[in-house]
């Protein structure tokens, strides 16, 4: 007799990495990932804290706490961590959604909403983007009914780059009812650089039932270390804490976040150049005959549809490793130079004739 296990589990679909180099030497543009390594400062704390791995690391996080609450002027009750802005959501969506209760967000959108609301054992409710890769915010609107929990807005967009603007997301929340939390995600936040974006925070100050996701693992390039947070109300960054994982939050996470916190001039030199390379690659991809959406994160989204399969394989031939969503379309994360040149090049081969 096999082991009892929830049957609606077996049916989820496991959250997939991005491709992982190979040993080809192809360029991993897959997970949008910082591609610059580590700030020597940083690493240097890190070094130091090594001989302390043996204790147990602060579980409330105090000192990141601290001055994540005085950056965005919040108190610090406001401010819940976790391994990673998605292990925030999920401590969110367990916080509040569970048998019978829905959860809204737009589709397509970052791969784990669905995974994880149903973890939670939750209904996920997807609207599609609009034609133009947006949030059709009217429409999730349109979903909300009396079982609605939790409504998440990904803003920028993973993985298309678009975003919501600040008079969008006045007009959504006028709508959703108080007793409806919505999360903005922004865990591409740095990257943003259209001053027509909502501000989530701005929002937090101003909507008694708003949340922030922020994560350090894109623009502060702590991926590998797992450290993200919610700016939320009182009482619900306190049932966040209730259902977060003990000491979930390493204490080299904190030491790096704290240590990249004091060196944010040398990081938005490097989130500076990113961008840079991002409108430099979106420029040459239209100039060379395709059709993008502009973007407001650390990526582009090429809508392939159909031919997502082959446009993949023939990435995979010119050394570039990009994330395929199959029938939809592929997520290529902007790397150094060097790199966006090869996938600039592979782009290229992907549209001649010759490759289909």
Known sequence: MMVQQREAISRLPAYKQGAA????????????????????????????????????????????TDRIAARFDVDASNVAFGAGSVEVLSQIIHASAGAGDEVIFAWRSFEAYPILVQVAGATPVPVALTSDERHDLNA??????????LILVCNPNNPTGAFVTIDELHTFLARVPENVLVVVDEAYVHFNRDASSAVGIDFFHRYPNVAVLHTF?????????????????????????????????????????????????????????????????????????WR???????????????????VNAAFITGGILARAFPSEGLRVTIGTAEQNDRFLVAATAALAPATV
């Open 21 to 64: 180099a190979d040993g080809s030497g192809a360029f991993k543009l897959s997970s949008n990932e910082n591609p610059f390594p580590p700030l020597a400062s940083v690493t240097g704390v890190l070094a130091s804290a090594l001989g302390e791995i043996h204790l147990y690391p602060s579980m409330a996080v105090a000192e990141v």
């Open 140 to 149: 999730m609107a349109d979903a909300i009914t009396p079982q609605t929990r």
């Open 217 to 289: 693992s894109k623009a502060y390039g702590l991926a590998g270390l797992r450290i993200g947070y919610a700016i939320a109300p009182t009482a619900v960054a306190a049932n966040l804490r209730r259902v977060a994982l003990p000491f979930g939050v390493t204490a080299l996470a904190q030491r790096a976040a704290l240590a990249s916190l004091d060196a944010e001039a040398e990081l938005t030199v490097r989130i500076d150049q990113i961008v840079a390379e991002r409108t430099r690659v979106l420029t040459a991809l239209r100039a060379n005959g």
């Open 292 to 310: 993008v959406t502009d973007s407001q994160g650390n990526f582009i989204w090429l809508r392939t549809g159909d031919d997502t399969d082959r």
